[in-house]
């Protein structure tokens, strides 16, 4: 009967390793490329050139900066939140 309950504990706690080893990789490969975040610069850079309005090109800056900053804390909750279930 103890045996089985540990089984049942192991068990329980595999899962949650393999969880949060999985919300780990997916989180550093959303960040890392899976919304193309490295091409905004270059696009930004495009209009620069074009001579595009300064207003527009800030604007689209302070989003970029408003969103790089929304993903790192994501980035930092989720971190923490797999730590503790570590």
Known sequence: ENETIRDRIEKILNK????TNRK???LHQSIDS?????Q????ILT???RKCDQQIIRSL???QED???DLLNLKNETTK???NLD
């Not at 949650?16 to 969880?19: A, D, G, P, S």
């Not at 899976?34 to 490295?38: A, H, T, V």
């Not at 905004?40 to 696009?43: A, E």
């Open 61 to 63: 800056e302070k989003k």
């Open 81 to 83: 939140t797999i730590e």
């Open 16 to 19: 949650v390793k393999t969880f």
């Open 34 to 38: 899976g919304y193309d975040l490295s």
């Open 24 to 26: 780990r990789q997916e």
């Open 67 to 69: 969103i790089l900053q």
């Open 40 to 43: 905004v610069n270059d696009l």
């Open 47 to 49: 209009l620069t050139e």
